[in-house]
Nanobody, 121 residues
Framework: QVHVVESGGGLVQPGGSLRLSCTAS????????MGWYRQVPGSQRDFVAH???????NYADSVKGRFTISRDNAKNTVFLQMNSLKPEDTAVYYC???????????????WGQGTQVIVSS
């Protein structure tokens, strides 16, 4: 059993900052890539950023220079620091963790339940 839980969403004014956190827990041998996606009602879930276990990062063009992804491997936790927020960043943010139960298991993607971010004055 694996649980992925996000936190840190909320209401913020344009230009403000928020820090999202996501922790994976349960029967985990190790975690490969951890990432953030976002979704607005009626639209597909879009990639925001991801980070490998080695620390390599990748960002969507829309958030480059404003968002920073990081992780604490010892705590199975990934963070998303969001600065200079814009109204178009408003969405439900989801965390995805690529996890395996043992060294011989296949990698499986686990998603959190999402955390709402609203950027509005």
């Amino acid at each position: 059993q694996v649980h992925v839980v996000e936190s840190g969403g909320g209401l913020v004014q344009p230009g403000g900052s928020l820090r999202l956190s996501c922790t994976a827990s349960g029967t985990i041998f190790n975690i490969n890539t951890m990432g953030w996606y976002r979704q607005v009602p009626g639209s597909q879930r879009d990639f925001v950023a991801h980070i490998t276990s080695g620390g390599s990062t990748n960002y969507a063009d829309s958030v480059k220079g404003r968002f920073t992804i990081s992780r604490d491997n010892a705590k199975n936790t990934v963070f998303l620091q969001m600065n200079s927020l814009k109204p178009e960043d408003t969405a439900v943010y989801y965390c995805k963790s690529e996890i395996r139960f043992r060294s011989s298991s296949p990698w499986v993607d686990y998603w959190g339940q999402g955390t709402q971010v609203i950027v509005s004055s």
